[in-house]
């Protein structure tokens, strides 16, 4: 923590560092008031959520993405990928 004052006409600053104990108790309490926010924030998710899924959520999620030009290309690489691959199991 600075410190100032007058000696013989001139301003002095100096600055003492804060001891280990104390940095130590700003570090411990600091990470306890952000451990104290992210357990209100995981109790606030976890209150949202049901709890268990329902039985037909898959079917909101059907067809998605038909019709998208990226996800067909997406689906197009990986077939690739699986054909390459039996290919070479196939060689052995």
Do not use: N, Y
């Not at 100096?14 to 306890?32: E, W």
């Not at 049901?50 to 197009?76: C, H, L, N, Q, Y």
């Amino acid at each position: 923590m600075p410190s100032s004052g007058v000696a013989g006409g001139c301003e002095i600053s100096i600055s003492i560092p804060a001891s280990p104990v104390h940095r130590v108790r700003m570090a411990t309490a600091t990470l306890s008031a952000r451990v104290t926010r992210l357990e209100k924030t995981v109790a606030d998710i976890l209150a949202k959520q049901p709890d268990k899924p329902g039985r037909d959520d898959w079917k909101s999620v059907v067809g998605m993405f038909d019709g998208d030009a990226t996800m067909e290309r997406i689906i197009e690489r990986g077939a690739a990928i699986r054909r390459a691959e039996r290919r070479e199991v196939r060689r052995g």
